[in-house]
């Protein structure tokens, strides 16, 4: 089985930085994905790591330490529109679909 | 099509009723996945589909809920007997491949809403 953690809200200031941890727990692993979700909408795709190591895309970055079993979502230069959900989800080994953490409400204030 | 497309967007029905959700995944894109979002809570896995076969159907949480892909394209997740415990987001989402090729996520569609009364 797969036990994904995350925290449930988060709140941060426009401009600033914001790190989003995510643990999990495996039994077969072969990549973490984060996805966003604003309020009403479907997750959209942000990043997806299977190696240690950074992945910087824009304002976004995300990290991966499998030996660990965490990840971080890096966002930077804070924007108002950056309020959404932010899912990590983590593929097991073998063809099986992603299972989602319970997300993280982040929560952008002037 | 363009995206993935679902059906309705918001469906309300009596408790005992049966329902179908439909969804039109991205055009060639072989897997399709079912997924179930509660209020607050992430999406939870429901059923897999690679071409008309369903590859994984562990998610279905008891027999009322069923799901098809005849003709590996269109698929319908059918449930019997709705109860008021169903009421959620039903999501669909489409890969070009087998989930264990992927490195670009799903593409969800924006679900369809589920109130039973």
């Known amino acids: 089985g797969q036990n994904i953690d995350q925290p449930t809200e988060m709140t941060a200031t426009e401009g600033a930085i914001v790190q989003i941890n995510c643990t999990y727990q495996?039994?077969?692993?072969?990549?973490l994905f984060w996805y966003q979700q604003h309020a009403g909408e479907a997750p959209t795709f942000l990043s997806y790591?299977?190696?240690?190591g950074l992945e910087e895309k824009g304002r976004f970055s995300s990290f991966l330490s499998r030996s660990k079993g965490y990840s971080y979502l890096l966002l930077k230069e804070l924007q108002m529109k950056d309020s959404a959900s932010y899912l990590c989800a983590v593929r097991d080994i073998g063809n099986t679909p992603l299972v989602f953490g319970k997300g993280t409400r982040l929560s952008v204030i002037a | 099509g363009a995206g993935v497309s679902q059906t309705p967007s918001n469906k309300v029905t009596e408790k005992g009723k049966y329902v179908e959700l439909r969804c039109d995944p991205i055009s060639g894109h072989t897997a399709l996945y079912w997924y179930r979002q509660s209020l607050g809570q992430g999406p939870e896995f429901l059923i897999y589909f690679q071409g008309t076969g369903a590859a994984d159907d562990s998610g279905l949480p008891n027999d009322r809920f069923f799901a098809v892909r005849p003709e590996g394209s269109v698929s319908t997740l059918k449930i019997q007997r709705t109860e008021r415990g169903d009421s959620a987001v039903y999501l669909c989402?489409?890969?070009?491949?087998?989930?264990?090729?992927?490195?670009?996520?799903?593409?969800f569609g924006s679900g369809t809403r589920l109130t039973v009364v």
């Open positions: 790591n299977v190696l240690d």
């Open positions: 989402a489409s890969s070009l491949g087998a989930p264990s090729t992927i490195n670009y996520g799903y593409t």
């Open positions: 495996t039994s077969g692993f072969n990549g």
